[in-house]
């Protein structure tokens, strides 16, 4: 028996470090590293039953070709020499007659690892001169939002919350969505702060909190306001702090007076002497914490809400303080050499000579049925499951099903859109490959080498890709570098934050801090960001951004399109499932019962004469499904909540959540607006 290290790959803040119990050759038992920082221990979960994906039955182990029509999932073995070569001279062909920005790659967090995310497969698509891929999916909105406020993606470091008196939880389910934040929370109750939760859902985390403000969908941005509107009426904002690091103050004052507490009410659905309190206590309690996630940003005004929000802690003078400031992002510490592992000069050398075009994901429905010039006669997807995840989905499946649409999936496990493939490529797991990765919830930057061996013919994305560039007769001497190439590339940015960081000291250690604190006497000195200014914006200093901060309500909101609103009146949020990862244990028996459910307020379902176990159709004009009904505490009036995101083949009319979404956009960052969207409800039978 031997313990081998490795790393969580999922799309997760937590970003584990893992100890693989081998016996044998094969995995025996996955637990966290107890001398990891964050991880201290334990793994959440649904990763403590990763073996399961590992050692399932439905693995992937050869290269198919499609056999039955699309979306039948239907395939026959063939050899990956057979594989390769029909996929280099389809996207040969099709490049040669559409021109090659015809072929779109579609991909995101699958794997956070940056050799099997974002490493050899850019570097063929941007030779190949193939579309860029916008990816918006997930967390655009409020990344542009946080840098337009503060100009990085910094973070309070989750160790310091344990020092918070009062910590806010604004659309994060951290008990659901980031587990390993969870204990230093707990720590900090327990030396007396306050946990309060912004969500227009009773989570997990909202069940266990002090408050629970259950605020409408899609209103945080009028709720920052009236936040900062008392603030500053009653002149409880840290003026030193504002007056020598932030700009655009008087503007604020200005936009903010229009957000009184009453108005602000009206707008949230929140009582006007709630809001009052939460203000007074967030600006006179420190040090305070903001950990806001991306529920806030899926809605039309989601990235102006996290700009808002970002505000907060500078008006305060947070930042000043460990255990004060805000949480949305750690990613941008990870301070990479990312265009020396992607590199986009390739688009150079290609057939195409330049820039290729870009497409936003969140529009992939109208990219398959809509776009020209040229048309996308080639979809590649790895690292996503867009049939179950992707906005409008009628669209989607519908451009999924054209016959003259070659699309190629590297997968584990057979999704939804693996059985629209036409060649089906098996890809290895985490346990099975080597990469780096960055976290988005702490500053511990880890490496992972294979702790197990790869099933049957499965193989990493890097060697897809690689295989595929010379196939394809791509002569350029980047296609043969290997792993360990491309992370000394990353790894060589010339970035304090990176400094004295090497694969070998990586190799020793399994994980390093980032050099976030240089120059202090202690390696573990807490990282604060901006207490000195620092704001990585042109300017040096936190941009308020008053201009860009007018709440309007969502179209499909209770206080939006009246029209929409008469026809569909309950707002669905199709919020994360505590314990499934987006579409990855969509396979698993126990999500899927969890993500076929329809959360009601008993007065919703009362006056539809649903009660508990009832089959319930939800609909609008974008399409229906079919949902089991559950009359709880979950949702307020006026809310139905339906977890994401099940597997369309589990479901009975095979479709989703994302049946019901829109494709229309966030304010910032191109992102999907999932959280915007009326239905009706009625029920249809036991």
């Known amino acids: 028996m031997e313990t081998v290290h490795s790393v969580c790959a999922l799309d997760c803040p937590d970003c584990c470090s893992m100890l693989v119990q081998v016996e044998s050759g094969r995995a025996t038992r996955l637990r966290g590293d107890p001398n990891h920082p964050v991880t201290q221990g334990f793994l959440c979960g649904k990763v403590a039953q990763y073996l399961e994906r590992e050692y399932s039955p439905d693995r992937l182990l050869y290269p198919q070709k499609r056999v039955g029509a699309k979306g039948e999932g239907r395939f026959e073995r063939i050899s990956w020499d057979e594989a390769l070569d029909t996929i280099a001279a389809r996207l040969g062909k099709i490049a040669g007659e ?81 587990i390993h934040l969870w204990p230093f929370i707990v720590e900090a109750r327990r030396n007396g702060a306050k946990l ?13 909190a002090d408050q629970h403000v259950a605020i409408n969908p899609g209103s945080d941005l009028a709720l920052a306001l009236g936040l900062m509107h008392v603030i500053i009426g009653e002149k409880l904002y840290d003026a030193d702090y504002v007056d020598r690091y932030t700009n655009g103050f008087d503007a604020l004052r200005d936009r903010v007076a229009n957000y009184p507490p009453d108005r602000v009410a009206a707008l949230t659905g929140l009582a006007a002497q709630d809001i009052l309190q939460l203000a007074r206590d967030y600006a006179t309690t420190r040090p305070a914490a903001i950990r806001v996630n991306y529920g806030v940003q899926r809605s039309e005004r989601g990235g102006a809400a996290v700009q808002a929000i970002a505000a907060l802690p500078a008006l305060t003078g947070a930042w000043r303080e460990a255990g004060g400031g805000l949480h949305l992002s750690t990613s941008q510490a990870f ?27 969140s529009l992939l429905g109208k990219a398959l049925t809509e776009l020209d010039g040229p048309p996308v006669k080639a979809l590649v997807v790895y690292n996503s499951n867009p049939a179950a995840i992707a906005p409008d989905q009628n669209i989607v499946l519908r451009g999924l099903c054209r016959d003259d649409l070659f699309t190629v999936v590297l997968e584990q496990l057979q999704t939804d859109t693996a059985d629209y493939a036409d060649i089906l490529l098996p890809a290895t797991t985490f346990l099975e490959h080597t990469d780096i990765y960055f976290a988005y919830g702490h500053h511990y930057l880890p490496l992972a080498r294979p702790a197990l061996p ?58 390093v801090r980032l050099n976030v604190a240089p120059g202090s006497s202690s390696k573990n000195a807490p990282f604060l960001p901006f207490a000195q200014g620092g704001f990585g914006t042109p300017s040096g200093k936190c941009e308020f951004g008053a201009e860009t901060l007018e709440y309007t309500p969502p179209a499909e909101s209770r206080l939006g399109d009246a029209t929409l609103r008469g026809k569909y009146p309950l707002e669905l949020v199709s919020s994360k499932n505590d314990d499934s990862m987006n579409s990855t244990f969509g396979n698993r ?44 505490g979950v949702v307020q009036p006026g809310v139905v909540r339906s977890p994401a995101t099940r597997w369309l083949k589990r479901a009975s009319d095979a479709r989703n959540a994302n049946v019901l979404t829109s494709d229309r956009l966030t304010d910032m960052g191109g992102g999907p607006t999932f959280y915007n969207c009326l239905v009706q409800v009625e029920r249809c039978g036991d």
């Open 98 to 178: 559409f021109g090659p920005e015809a072929i779109l790659p579609y991909s995101y967090g699958g794997t956070l690892g940056m050799l099997n995310g974002a490493g050899m497969d850019r570097r063929f698509f941007h030779r190949l001169g193939a579309s860029r891929l916008d990816r918006t999916i997930c967390s655009t909105a409020g990344g542009a939002g946080l840098m337009a406020a503060n100009g990085f993606r910094y973070a309070t470091e989750p160790e310091q919350f344990r020092l918070s008196k009062l910590i806010i939880a604004w659309g994060a389910n951290i008990h659901g969505a980031n």
């Open 335 to 361: 301070q990479f050499n990312r265009a020396g592992l992607e590199m986009p000069e390739l688009q150079n050398r290609s057939a195409l000579g330049r820039e290729a075009r870009i497409v936003n994901m």
């Open 589 to 632: 028996t126990a999500v899927d019962q969890d993500t076929s459910i329809l959360h009601l307020h008993p007065s919703d379902a009362e006056a539809r004469a649903i009660r508990t176990g009832d089959r319930v159709r939800a609909f609008n004009d974008r399409g229906s499904l079919l949902l089991k009904a559950h009359v709880d």
């Open 196 to 208: 309060v939760v912004i969500d227009p859902i009773r989570t997990r985390t909202a069940a266990l």
């Open 454 to 511: 790869a099933p049957g013919e499965a193989r990493s994305n890097v060697e897809t890709f690689r295989a595929l560039a010379l196939r394809m007769g791509f002569d350029d001497a980047c296609f043969r570098d290997t792993e360990d190439d491309m992370i000394r590339t990353l790894l060589d940015s010339g970035h304090p934050f990176l400094d004295g960081i090497t694969l070998e000291r990586l190799d020793r250690e399994h994980f």
